[in-house]
């Protein structure tokens, strides 16, 4: 069952074809009955109170070991309920045209797709598009490995980026203090709430159904706002040191290029969609990046700054974490 409520949360198949797929690793349970599983948060920890002359309906943590989090579970809810943004369908390409619909048209600016058509003797592939344009894979790939280069870590500067990442890591860690501190007053708005719907009831100003209804809803959100904060605590991050993890990515902008030539379209659409969370520009001759990824971004700012100041890092470092710190 915890496969199933991981695959629920991921939301790339059916509720049906997870039920299928689950009786045939032994699961063996009818639609109806799957359904009311679910939805049962008893695999949380949670069991439930039924109604009772006029107390509501509502969850309390069971004395069971949970199997999963609550996090999981709410988040699997999302998704049983329609609430959470469904995901765009995987785009699958040639291994010639690993950028397929991820660059702009230089005439129209939809998304380039991509073919290949026979020629007497080879095939030959072109990235192209509905208004017309038709431009030469190769050449494009070749000036997106060249664009690529950009962000590429250099063997030097390897320790100045580490250097300048780390400082600018531990300069906004002060943001999960802010987060938690945004969750418990969530948490205690909706208690205000409860304790103001109930004022209003004890002054007849709604009627007992209204404040029932008001009560439901702010202790379910208060549910979902403790395990959220629960989540935060279990932040595998904070049980990790930074220092080494921060090494190991940017050792990873080491040789890019290279990486990205022999990896597999996979691999390689994983890449430029990390890089470059916005969509590519290209005009026919070269790429821009309207936005590249905040990691992406400060390679690049510091490649720049060894390129064209030969002054020791320590006149620059600071300068460097502080602009990358604004983005």
């Known amino acids: 069952m915890r496969w199933v409520f991981e695959e629920i949360a991921k939301d790339n198949w059916p509720l049906e074809h997870i039920r299928k797929m689950a009786n045939k690793e032994g699961l063996k349970c009818e ?9 049962n948060p008893v695999y949380c920890g949670k069991i439930i109170i039924p ?12 004395q069971h070991e949970p199997l999963i989090t609550e996090t999981l579970f709410y988040e699997a809810q999302d998704v049983l309920e ?9 785009q699958v390409s040639l291994d010639e045209l690993p950028l397929r619909t991820l660059i702009s048209c230089p005439g129209c600016h939809r998304m380039l797709t991509g073919s290949k058509s026979k020629g007497k003797r080879l095939h030959y592939y072109y990235y192209h598009c509905v208004c017309g344009v038709r431009l030469s894979a190769p050449k494009c790939n070749d000036l997106f490995i060249k664009k690529l280069d950009e962000y590429a870590v ?10 300048v990442t780390t400082q600018v890591y531990k300069s906004r860690t002060h943001n999960d203090v802010e987060a938690k501190k945004m969750i418990l007053a969530d948490i205690e708005n ?13 002054d007849d100003s709604i009627d007992a159904d209204d404040f029932k209804a008001i009560k439901a809803d702010c202790e379910a959100q208060i549910d979902r706002l403790e395990a959220k904060m629960a989540n935060m605590k279990e932040n595998p991050l904070a049980k990790m040191n930074i220092n080494i993890l921060i090494e ?16 597999d379209i996979k691999k390689k659409r994983q890449m430029v969609c990390s890089l470059f969370p916005e969509k590519l520009l290209f005009d026919g001759e070269a790429y821009r990046t309207p936005r590249p990824n905040l990691a992406a971004e400060a390679i690049l700012l510091i490649n720049n700054v060894l390129s064209g100041n030969k002054k020791g890092k320590e006149d620059y470092l600071k300068s460097l974490s502080l602009m990358v710190a604004l983005k």
Do not use: C, S, Y
Not at 190 to 202: D, E, F, G, P
Not at 248 to 261: M, P, Q, S
């Open 31 to 39: 639609r109806m009955n799957f359904w009311r599983l679910v939805r």
């Open 51 to 62: 109604q009772h002359n006029d107390e509501q309906m509502r969850l309390t943590d069971g």
């Open 82 to 90: 329609g609430r959470k943004r469904k995901k765009a369908a995987l």
């Open 154 to 163: 250099r063997p030097e500067a390897v320790d100045l980026v580490i250097a």
């Open 190 to 202: 909706n208690t205000q709430k409860i304790a103001k719907a109930r004022t209003l009831l004890l």
């Open 248 to 263: 190991k990515v940017i050792k990873g902008f080491v040789g890019l290029t290279e990486r990205f030539k022999f990896a």
